[in-house]
């Protein structure tokens, strides 16, 4: 059996290689390496896959919510609302731009973002709400854009885990992730769905004065050469990893169909079992499984991770602290009341490995080794 690895970047590169060199060869030959014509290229093919008016790429998935957050002027003391149980990069950049986070619990099936929760923590000052697709599946945005549009806020969809996932409305509309909110963001970490070989990200937004205010923004605040209007960062997607997502992006529909595929064996090998939660697909998103994430109910989650590392089954648990409990974001504003799932959950997730290139005797060694340790 091959070996089992939780992210196989060499397998999926392995099968692209030819085109991938050649890609990079010639950015390399073309001198263009910084906002070249590949980085264009990219943009607008971007733009007609998610089916928004404009994409504005930028360095990485971090980046992307901070300049969205600078794009929309959020100001000091504003209130921006998140979620408690997701990566760090949501509220860190909440915190650096000397806003207020408002961390919230989430959904114990979906671990998305709790509806209740996000009413409750609407206040005058509340600017934004930051609703992450976690795992790969959307949150309820239908609802989220609905309680945004009565209180006036700003809506920055987190899509770093999710693109590609389709979102249908209650009257039939589908959009994707990413394109429901004022701007959506996203991260092409090498890992994620659609990863790239190095760092980037993107922002994406249908509104034009946004997305022109965003660009400057991205490049030291110039609207005109020389010409420095607001402050602004330096966040570039460059043209080599521009070049390598231009050929990654029309093979994104079929990663997201092979993530799905190990997912429904991972399923269906373990559902029905007393002591595994298997993932819930909410009835309104796709799931691109960017995570394959069980919770282990009633038995030793920590043992039987070991048990898998033991038998050369790489997994993980994400997340294993809450963001209200990191030392960065403790604050006595928050209550252990207010987060008993999230507080449940960093005890009960595992995540098994999830990529596109499983055959099926590893995802059978998977569940079998789970099992018997279980059984
Ligand atoms: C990966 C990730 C980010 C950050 O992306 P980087 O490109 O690593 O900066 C932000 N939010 C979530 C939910 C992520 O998973």
Redesign the pocket.
């Given at each position: 059996m091959k070996k089992i690895q939780m992210v196989d970047l060499k397998g999926q590169y392995e099968k692209i290689k030819s085109e991938i060199d050649s890609s990079i060869i010639n950015v390399i030959e073309s001198t263009a390496y910084i906002n070249g014509p590949e980085v264009h290229g990219f943009q607008k093919e971007l733009e007609d896959y998610l089916g928004v008016k404009n994409v504005i790429p930028c360095a990485?998935?971090?980046?992307a919510?901070q300049i969205a957050m600078m794009g929309l002027g959020l100001e000091q003391g504003d209130e921006v609302i998140t979620v408690d149980f997701?990566?760090a990069?949501?509220v860190e950049v909440i915190a650096l731009l000397k806003l207020t986070p408002v961390l919230i619990d989430v959904e114990k099936d979906t671990f998305n973002m709790d509806l209740d929760a996000l009413k409750k923590a609407i206040t005058p000052k509340t600017k934004a709400i930051v609703p992450?697709h976690?795992f790969g599946q959307c949150a309820n945005m239908e609802e989220i854009l609905k309680i945004a549009k009565e209180h006036n806020l700003y809506v920055i969809e987190?899509t770093?885990?999710a693109i590609g996932a389709d979102y249908t409305f209650s009257d039939g509309t589908v959009k994707k992730a990413g394109t429901m909110g004022h701007v959506g963001t996203t991260?092409?970490?090498p890992s994620?769905n659609l990863g790239c070989y190095g760092?980037?990200?993107a922002i994406f937004t249908n509104d034009d004065d946004l997305a022109n205010t965003i660009r400057g923004m991205v490049n030291h605040g110039m609207y005109r050469r020389y010409y420095h209007d607001v402050v602004g960062v330096n966040s570039r997607l460059d043209s080599i990893q521009a070049a390598i997502l231009r050929i990654k992006l029309p093979l994104l529909d079929g990663f997201c169909d092979a993530r799905r595929s190990a997912a429904e064996f991972y399923s269906n090998a373990l559902a029905n079992h007393p002591n595994i939660a298997t993932p819930v697909i909410s009835d309104f998103s796709t799931h691109v499984f960017h995570q394959y994430t069980l919770q282990i109910v009633n038995a030793d989650r920590d043992a039987l991770h070991k048990h898998l590392l033991d038998n050369n089954i790489p997994n993980a648990i994400y997340y294993p602290v809450p963001l209200h409990s990191q030392k960065a974001y403790e604050d006595e504003r928050y209550n252990e009341d207010d987060f008993k799932v999230t507080n449940k959950l960093i005890g009960t997730v595992l995540s098994l490995p999830m990529h596109t290139e499983f055959d099926e005797e590893q995802l059978a060694f998977i569940t079998k080794t789970i099992l018997d340790f279980l059984k």
């Open positions: 990485n998935g971090t980046d919510l997701t990566f990069a949501t992450v976690l987190d770093a885990q991260s092409f970490f994620k760092d980037g990200g």
